[in-house]
């Protein structure tokens, strides 16, 4: 499986993106679909999760403001991102599992200026 990420930007606070993840090859082998973010100097942190029967996980920095959804195909994951705030700044990649395989997609950048 192969992804592709893109619609980060910079944005100020306040302000709202839509990032999506379109994933080509064996999609139909896909089980969960999500987003990552790393910020300068610190380590990756998972974002948000939806699972292929669409149940949905989000971290508590970005519960109520980030909303992760895929198309009817499966093959491609968006995350709304509103009300942003600068500690949003980061490279989001999304991800892929197949099976026990987690698949990369190359990172987005997401900057929100004070």
């Known amino acids: 499986v192969q992804l592709q990420a893109y619609g980060g930007g910079l944005v100020q606070a306040g302000g709202s993106l839509r990032l999506s993840c379109a994933a080509s090859?064996?999609?139909?082998?896909?089980?969960?679909m999500g987003w990552y973010r790393q910020a300068p100097g610190k380590q990756r942190e998972l974002v948000a999760v939806?699972?292929?029967?669409?149940?949905?996980t989000y971290a508590g920095s970005v519960k109520g403001r980030f909303t992760i959804s895929t198309d009817n195909a499966k093959s491609t994951v968006s995350l709304q991102v509103n009300s942003l705030k600068p500690e949003d700044t980061g490279i989001y990649y999304c991800?892929?599992?197949?099976?026990?395989?987690?698949?990369w997609g190359q990172g987005t950048q997401v900057t929100v200026s004070s």
């Open positions: 090859g064996s999609t139909f082998s896909i089980n969960l």
């Open positions: 991800y892929a599992r197949t099976g026990d395989t987690t698949n």
């Open positions: 939806i699972t292929s029967g669409s149940i949905t």
